[in-house]
């Protein structure tokens, strides 16, 4: 472990470096406003703690050619994106490049103490490949409100046994090295923002479909998590009074009409109650039928298959005018493993919130799918410790 | 007019002589965190402009004992808050204490013209009562979107005739002084932050019922406007699919539903469909229902103007949880001319978002009354004019 910058203009080139990679030491005195004596002093404070290398020799401009400054090639970070169903764990370097990737199928109703023994061992199978020797620190999402000061999962309705579990103290043990813990669709936004679709956005809302329903809001270019970390949990805002009962106790919840679970069950009763189709054929196959088996459905004609998907979009799509409505944002992300649902979702969101939200908010919103896929999530826990490692203790 | 400040720490010499009443040198030197030699530079250029004066000598700290300073005492804002039937017009001292404060009806379908010869009419009354010689500023609040930066309505679903009217421009040639334009409800937010209810909360909702319905949104501390400036526009967010035609052409809005005018329009439906409690004797009486006969017909027992109340209470209260689910505020207010509904609204508002939004975002949410009431808005609209006064040009 190394020690960390010691204050905020040493960290803000660390952060430069991370998020615009290798540059000269001119060019960075000018983005962080220090003379150049003062600069050096700063850069070579850094290169004692072994976050930054010389990187070769800057381009000439004009007097003495001054080295390149980069962050050291050697550090690597560890993004964790925990579902409900399937966990994704990559390593990155510092400028947050995905070096290694591994997804594999769990059951987060398993508990924290099973599911990070799989992660654990993804950690260190990524270990095994020669991608890193260690952390230099590691984020992890986690599919529920998160109390992001300690790093502890709160009340999660779709993750019985995590209530207050110590998920950054045990992690951080195990690990050896510094761990931040956040929702996970927080982090699809902060990817999303590093590496994807809204990379010179300040304001969105980045909507994640997976087995529930989230959200992350940036609001001036920071992640907002509300004030006790619930910002974004838009699963149970009540799209039908009448509607379906939910995982939290309640009636009518969006995740409990539209969200992977739902589309699952939705489809398979359909096949019950006599429907002959694709995915009638699907469940005779493998026995069970889930959200991406009504996406291929989808996209090969399948009419229940699109009409599931359409339904599920309008709703989705009502909730998202509100929040339009309500925060008129720059740009809206839609993500998540239900983004195979991809275009028929996407219009029928679209359909909803250019028909329902005031022109003054829909005029130059684009509404879009996610650039980085099941990367978003990965990228964005690996930002997250970066945030933490690259500021002053 | 005088000369503004011209750093950014005479700019918070200003606000913090503004928010917190006269101060001693030392004092202010620490909040501001200026060395004593450094901050009476930047004072007595404060002084020279005429903005600052001294007022007495501070009690002792030891050594020689300095003055105190404050905003001169004889500055004058002027805080307008226009809404579709009724316009508020206030003069204020620095501090933003409202010195005298006038209201009569308006109809803002006549025209910002006709609008402004009133608003200006009162400005004057205020001025021949001796309370102002001339303003340093003037806030303006109107009832619908503004582009905030040149001061100018976008589009306001419920004021023909003012899309586009350069309101900042006329009203600062008038006035002869420099003029900002903002939304009603995030003035009334502003004004229950500066002097209301919300004084110590960084993150928080101010949902305004008046004609319309809007909603002013405080994220750290700062007013959010959206990438347009059309945040908070909540009345048009759809209650009810096969509901009420709405003025913005759509069907079953919020404020379609419930509202000052979707009330008195509702209260006189039922009267003439043969209801004949406390409404029919008022409409008989003045041959007209308005929202303040439903306030009053409900707190004298009627059973009709209750029921009103209580199902529009319950819309808001829906959408409202929806905001409380996406956003997890701190403290929800309430007000605008219809709060005379009072506790009957509140107690339904209160009882859909308690058993809507997530328990981690309404364990320790406030759900209140505005405590400013009409001046919520005029104190909102001297302090967004101080704002930009006490800011370097």
Known sequence: MTAGPTNAHQALVLKLLRDSGPNSRAGLGELVDLSRSKLAIEVDRLMETGLVVNDGLAASRGGRRSHNVRLAPELRFLGVDIGATSADVAVTNAQLEVLGH??????????????????????????????????????????????????????????????????????????????????????MALGEQHAGVARSVKDFVCVKIGTGIGCGIVVGGQVYRGVTGSAGDIGHIQVDAEGHPCACGSRGCLEAHFSGAALARDARAAVESGYSGELADRLAVSGTLTAADVADAAAAGDTLAGELIRKGGDLLGQVIAGLVSFLNPGLVVVGGGVTGLGHGLLAAIRTQVYRRSPPLATGNLPIVLSELGSQAGVIGAARLITDRVFSPA
């Open 102 to 187: 591994l997804s594999q199928p769990i059951d987060v109703g398993a508990g924290p103490v099973v599911v990070f023994e799989q992660v654990l061992d993804m950690a260190a199978k990524l270990r095994a490949a020669g991608l890193a020797e260690g952390f230099a620190g590691a984020g992890v999402g986690i599919p529920g409100p998160v109390r992001s000061s300690e790093g502890v999962p709160v009340a999660p309705p779709i993750m019985p046994g995590w209530d207050g579990f110590p998920v950054r103290q045990a992690l951080s043990q195990d690990l050896a090295c510094p761990v931040m813990v956040d929702n996970d669709a927080n982090l």
